[in-house]
């Protein structure tokens, strides 16, 4: 399973969003332009990060984005699968039943008995894990692992240089 670059960067920029004081709103260009990534697709991202309700835009030359809700109250599964959307990872195409040895219709319903699959049911279990961590990890607690690997130093830096390009 890959996800898109999007995810990553939707991440980061909720990340960043959870810290602005509110009624402050960060435009898109500033978000691209502090994580050096195009505006173009990030802009894709913030938009279905908004159609999710998890930041709202604002048009306007103080316009921008801001965090929707409480860090403490958004999972990264929903920033994810805003993102990505919500299929699953694994598309059984129960190619089981391709056998050649399977000759006839009764081998088949004799095979399938109704259940899922070994291959397709251990790949639907993964998928559940992932989403699972993700679910339960909130935004509120990525930052807190964000300030465990950054400096106080750096992190100032970077709210001066984002107040430098939104003032």
């Known amino acids: 399973m890959k996800l898109g670059n999007q995810v990553e960067w939707g991440l980061h920029c909720m990340e960043l969003l959870a810290r602005v004081p509110d009624g402050i709103y960060i435009p898109t260009k500033v ?8 505006k173009e697709y990030l802009s894709k991202a913030m938009q279905a990060l908004a159609s999710a309700n998890l930041i709202e835009g604002t048009l306007g030359p103080k316009g921008g ?3 929707a809700r409480s860090p403490s109250k958004i999972s990264l599964l929903e920033i994810v699968e805003a993102i ?9 195409q129960e190619i089981r039943f391709n056998n050649p040895c399977l000759q006839n219709k009764e081998m088949k319903k004799e095979t399938k008995k109704g259940t899922i699959c070994a291959v397709a049911r251990t790949m639907l279990q993964a998928d559940e894990a992932w989403r699972k961590v993700l ?6 607690e990525l930052i807190l692992d ?6 106080e130093e750096i992190m100032s830096l970077s709210q001066q240089w984002i107040e430098n390009e939104i003032f």
Not at 31 to 37: D, E, M, S, T, V
Not at 135 to 140: F, I, V
Not at 146 to 151: G, N
């Open 65 to 67: 984005y801001r965090i």
């Open 84 to 92: 990505e959307g919500r299929k699953r990872t694994f598309n059984c």
């Open 31 to 38: 978000l691209a332009k502090f994580h050096g990534i195009p």
């Open 135 to 140: 679910s339960e990890k909130m935004l509120s």
């Open 146 to 151: 964000v300030d465990d690997q950054v400096s």
